[in-house]
């Protein structure tokens, strides 16, 4: 039996590779737990390949654990297709993602076909193994952070105001109480505006009325 080298590299980590020989009679399915198998990833998430060209564009897809989408458009299943059926180019291509709700993209290209398969070995097999690969997760971004008490932290709403922002603000107590110093600066407004009142502008219009003769403009 045939046996399919392919070379396998995260499409955002360049330095990190596989290289994977499968049976020819073997499934994308097969191929698709030989990936996690040399990522040490949870292999049971949907994912899909993509027949691709060399500009890695997505085609016909096979997929795993479809949604029902995928069921309604009739997409072939992996452990029913087997890598021969799609391979047509010495340099066939794949795109591959895997876990449609936090992804790893994936390119998958045929090296080379090995016409004889080595004695004892168990295929899949990953014979290169270059770079250690991301956590599964490691990608998520904004994962809601736990409180304290357990309850979900609203970040979002959290990150509209930032510290010095608050600071513009008083707080004000539920008895509707100000405090001393608040008090305080009550006391110096009202301080103000008396001593304002002995020297208002119209005073002052009237006694400059009576220095200049008391002329009429």
Same mark, same amino acid.
């Given at each position: 039996?045939?046996?399919?080298?392919?070379r396998?590299?995260?499409?955002?980590?360049?330095?990190?590779?596989?290289?994977?020989?499968?049976?020819?009679?073997?499934?994308?399915?097969?191929?698709?737990?030989?990936?996690?198998?040399?990522?040490?990833?949870n292999?049971?998430?949907?994912?899909s390949?993509?027949?691709?060209?060399?500009?890695?564009?997505?085609?016909?897809?096979?997929?795993?654990?479809?949604?029902?989408?995928?069921?309604?458009?009739?997409?072939a299943?992996?452990?029913k297709?087997?890598?021969?059926?799609?391979?047509?180019?010495?340099?066939?291509?794949?795109?591959?993602?895997?876990?449609?709700?936090r992804?790893?993209?994936?390119?998958?290209?045929?090296?080379?076909?090995?016409?004889?398969?080595?004695?004892?070995?168990?295929?899949?097999?990953?014979?290169?193994?270059?770079?250690?690969?991301?956590?599964?997760?490691?990608?998520?971004?904004?994962?809601?952070?736990? &409180?304290?008490?357990?309850d979900?932290? $609203?970040?979002?709403?959290e +990150?509209?105001?930032? @510290? %010095? !922002?608050t600071?513009? #603000?008083?707080?004000? &107590?539920?008895t509707g109480?100000?405090? $001393?110093d608040?008090?305080? +600066?009550?006391?110096? @407004? %009202? !301080?103000?505006?008396? #001593?304002?009142?002995e020297?208002?502008?119209?005073?002052?219009?009237e006694?400059?009325?009576?220095?200049?003769?008391?002329?009429?403009?």
């Open positions: 039996m045939a046996l399919y080298r392919f396998v590299t995260f499409e955002d980590y360049d330095d990190v590779m596989r290289e994977i020989d499968v049976k020819s009679n073997q499934t994308f399915e097969d191929l698709h737990r030989a990936i996690h198998q040399s990522t040490g990833y292999s049971e998430y949907p994912s390949f993509y027949i691709s060209n060399d500009q890695w564009t997505k085609g016909e897809e096979i997929t795993y654990l479809p949604n029902q989408k995928r069921i309604d458009r009739g997409v299943l992996m452990d297709v087997k890598l021969l059926s799609y391979i047509d180019d010495p340099h066939q291509k794949f795109y591959y993602t895997f876990n449609f709700d992804p790893f993209d994936f390119h998958v290209e045929l090296m080379k076909i090995i016409l004889d398969e080595a004695p004892g070995v168990v295929y899949p097999a990953v014979i290169k193994s270059v770079g250690e690969a991301p956590k599964q997760f490691g990608n998520v971004i904004n994962t809601p952070i736990a &409180s304290a008490d357990g979900d932290f $609203d970040f979002l709403n +990150m509209g105001m930032n @510290e %010095e !922002d600071e513009d #603000f008083s707080e004000v &107590s539920d109480e100000v405090d $001393d608040e008090k305080k +600066m009550v006391d110096e @407004e %009202e !301080d103000d505006d008396e #001593f304002g009142n020297f208002s502008d119209d005073e002052g219009f006694d400059e009325g009576k220095l200049s003769g008391g002329d009429d403009y």
